[in-house]
């Protein structure tokens, strides 16, 4: 037990009590089977991605040797890196919403309950993302095939063909946003509706951080 003293500071560090009341930023859900297969790929894909930033700095570190060590200044390492850095980017989009690092503005979702949390990520899900994330399929799908069909390359001088490759991506990003929001979407639904089963969590399995 602390002992306060009049000069010091009061304890600020939640109980264990509070921790279990409100559930803050990364909220976990109970796992389903279908939602774990799900997050598996996305993460599998996600960090396959993140060795693409490997591969921007190696770039990167080339060109400006190039450009200020020799005067060889060169248009298609400049269009590779912002390539590749998109791609990394795009494709780590859905890994970051399994693992919850979306930045939030939270002014009441952290202070719900679970289950309130669970009500507000189950209407922002069905009602905001997933349509939103439907919609932008449908536009990117046309566009990085008309893209292909044109055999669309960089304007630039000595820039990089086959820019339906990016605008691909650009498409194949939403669409593991919208597993990775089913996924989520599933875990909303376990915990509220007890549909689809939730996987049993095992007591050496919580991943919270301790208050401490």
Known sequence: MAVSDKGSPPDVHPSA???????HHH???PT????????GVISAIGKSASWLWLVVTGVIIYAVIGRY???????????VQWHLAGAGWLLGLGYTLVTD??????????RLSLKGQAWVELLGILLLLLPFLVLAVQEMIPYAY??????????APAGLPHRWIL??????????LIIA?????????ALLFGFPRPIPIKSGDNKKEDAS
Not at 32 to 39: G, N, V
Not at 167 to 176: D, V
């Open 32 to 39: 389903t089977r279908l939602s774990q297969f799900l997050d």
């Open 146 to 155: 008309s893209s292909w069909e044109q055999g669309e390359t960089s304007q």
């Open 27 to 29: 909220t976990e859900f």
């Open 167 to 176: 605008k691909s991506i650009l498409a194949l990003s939403f669409l593991l």
């Open 181 to 189: 929001a089913l996924s989520r979407l599933l875990k909303v639904t």
């Open 69 to 79: 060590a020799f005067g060889m200044g060169s248009v298609t390492l400049e269009e």
């Open 17 to 23: 009590s509070d921790a279990g009341q409100f559930i």
């Open 101 to 110: 690092d979306h930045v939030r503005v939270d002014v009441l979702h952290e």
